[in-house]
């Protein structure tokens, strides 16, 4: 019963996601192989026909096709918490999350300080939604906040708060030579259409002395927790990340990871400080690989038995 009723206030919104302009990633985005993923879902849990791919070399999955970039804008501008608050039966917009945001920041304060160098002066939350994650944290230290997302009606509240704010995606977003001393990636990582440029482009803006904050869901504890991939998959979520993968994007993109932490809600944080640019140990990687794919051919067997 309480499945008919999400299904139907999710019918109610009119999203026709499969008229949608789709693209195909040419290869993965970490590993960057070609011919190596394998469909492990064709539905997601809002009951959209997505397929999701995994990459037998080294464990990403994502989404094949995707949304293109134009589709994703108007997605979150107009679709993403309608969809949201359908899924939930609760109204979700740039007002009812910033409580959620403000616990979210009570919480990740007394882990993130203490791994920091010195109190941040500049911070750069990207997909930061309305600023009150990073307004909370700069609070501490009296830090300026710019604020990098896509929703104009969250921007819209960040600025009345007297953030800066850039509308857009990192995807796109040129800062030139401005760095921050700390740079967020909250709850966001999973949205992106071009992670490890992404991480690249973030690598760049974080000061040479400054950390960064990435958090991922971690596929492997939801699979783990919930017993079936396509709970965990999402349309507004083109990638999903395993410990693994995350450890071998941030290897790439010259990062060094200086903590991490699992949350109780399955998403892993990682604290961040600008390293050398090195390669993953690819064997490692393709090892854990399949074991996440065994994990996830099993829980299929399980539920068709």
């Not at 040419?26 to 849990?45: F, M, Q, Y």
């Not at 104009?152 to 040129?174: K, R």
């Not at 507004?236 to 932490?261: N, V």
Request: proline share 6%; with cysteine; glycine share 6%.
């Amino acid at each position: 019963m309480a499945q008919t009723m999400i299904n139907k206030r999710i019918a109610a919104l009119r999203y026709d996601y499969a008229a949608r302009a789709t693209v195909h990633p040419p290869a993965c985005n970490l590993c960057g192989a070609r011919d190596r993923a394998v469909k492990v879902a064709e539905r997601d849990r809002y009951g959209y026909p997505v397929r999701l791919v995994l990459c037998q070399r080294c464990g990403l999955a994502y989404l094949c096709p995707q949304l293109d970039a134009t589709q994703y804008e108007h997605f979150y501008s107009k679709v993403y918490r309608p969809l949201v608050s359908a899924y939930h039966g609760r109204r979700i917009d740039a007002h009812t999350v910033q409580h959620e945001q403000r616990a979210y920041a009570a919480d990740l304060a007394p882990f993130l300080f203490p791994l920091l160098p010195s109190p941040p002066r500049a911070i750069l939350d990207v997909g930061g939604s309305t600023g009150v994650v990073a307004k909370v944290l700069a609070s501490r230290g009296n830090a300026e906040v710019t604020v990098l997302d896509p929703a104009p009606d969250e921007l819209a509240v960040a600025q009345a708060a007297g953030m800066e704010t850039i509308s857009g995606f990192i995807e796109d977003f040129d800062a030139g030579q401005r760095t921050w001393d700390l740079v967020l990636l909250c709850q966001t990582i999973d949205h992106l259409l071009d992670v490890r440029g992404a991480l690249a482009a973030l690598r760049r803006m974080t000061a040479t002395h400054g950390r960064a904050f990435v958090d991922i869901v971690d596929v492997e504890v939801l699979l783990r927790r919930t017993g079936s991939i396509e709970r965990a998959v999402k349309i507004d979520h083109p990638y999903y990340f395993t410990g693994p993968t995350a450890a071998a994007l941030f290897d790439l993109t010259g990062f060094t990871i200086i903590a991490q932490r699992l949350s109780d809600d399955g998403h892993r944080g990682f604290v961040l400080a600008p390293g050398p640019y090195t390669e993953p140990d690819w064997n490692r990687v393709e090892i854990a690989a399949t074991q996440f794919l065994t994990s996830v051919r099993a829980t299929q067997a399980g539920t068709r038995g």
